[in-house]
């Protein structure tokens, strides 16, 4: 019913920049929050960005001051640029959003499939 689809990720050297986009399609009714997730190697998912329908962010401690979420409501999108790219940033990043499809009761989240950042030192 509804698809998140990354894009953007890639490989990049310490100091560099990547901009992650993120599209939902589907039958969709109302997107709620949109954000953004991490899994470096070996480790757990994490979270890093969530923006409101409205436009209110919130940050991981870890990304703040570097990497800046935002979307466009027209294009079902979310974006994450980041700068400052550090080795540590290596990861899979996981666009993740929250959705009511049509004729559905309620909004549940949905997940992307990843995409792979890789931070060269």
């Known amino acids: 019913q509804v698809q998140l689809v990354e894009s953007g990720g890639g490989l990049v050297q310490a100091g560099g920049s990547l901009r992650l986009s993120c599209a939902a399609s589907?039958?969709?009714?109302?997107?709620?929050?949109m954000a953004w997730y991490r899994q470096p190697p070996g480790k757990q998912r994490e979270f890093l960005a969530a923006?409101?329908?409205?436009?209110?962010?919130n940050y991981a401690d870890s990304v703040k001051g570097r990497f800046t979420i935002s979307r466009d409501n027209a294009k079902n999108s979310v974006y994450l640029q980041m700068n400052s790219l550090k080795p540590e940033d290596t990861a899979v990043y996981y666009c993740?959003?929250?959705?009511?499809?049509?004729?559905?009761?309620?909004?549940?989240?949905?997940w992307g499939e990843g995409t792979l950042v890789t931070v060269s030192s």
């Open positions: 923006i409101t329908s409205t436009g209110t962010t």
């Open positions: 993740n959003s929250n959705i009511r499809v049509v004729a559905a009761p309620y909004a549940r989240d949905y």
């Open positions: 589907g039958s969709i009714f109302r997107i709620n929050g």
